[in-house]
């Protein structure tokens, strides 16, 4: 499960759920997204939130590891083996996916640098006739 506001993990005995009217429910992690819902504030807005993260890039968008937490409503017979199978599947899925991410802030922080150091030289050209040799 996942919250409705800022799509973090919904983990079981934790987080509450606000049904309307039409019976639409909406689950939330925590009080701070519950008290955002209900002032009407845009998650895409609210720096925290995984919206917001991913509309300025600072997220993966795109990659086939995300297909895999998609919720299938499909009910399975208990195999054994493929319960263990699921299970190491998902271990190796979640070390790849630390590894993408990481290699996606490290390229980001590349760019970053390239900038703010291009920026640096700007002002030091600009104010060459204070350097004193």
């Excluded at 079981?12 to 019976?23: I, Q, S």
């Excluded at 271990?91 to 993408?100: D, L």
């Excluded at 703010?116 to 104010?127: A, C, S, T, V």
Aim: charged share 35%; proline share 4%; hydrophobic share 30%.
């Amino acid at each position: 499960e996942k919250c409705y506001f800022c799509s973090g993990p919904l983990y079981p005995g934790h987080g509450m759920a606000f049904v309307r009217n039409d019976n639409t429910i909406f689950k939330f992690c925590r009080s701070k997204c519950h008290r955002h819902f209900k002032a009407k504030h845009n998650p895409r807005k609210v720096k925290w939130t995984k919206a917001s993260r991913r509309q300025h890039g600072k997220e993966l968008l795109s990659d086939p590891v995300l297909d895999f937490e998609k919720k299938r409503n499909e009910p399975l017979v208990y195999n054994r083996n493929l319960t263990v199978a699921t299970i190491q599947a998902m271990k190796r899925i979640s070390a790849i996916r630390k590894k993408r991410e990481s290699r996606f802030y490290t390229n980001r922080m590349k760019l970053a640098k390239k900038q703010q150091k291009g920026q640096l030289d700007q002002e030091l050209e600009r104010h060459v006739d204070r350097i004193e040799d």
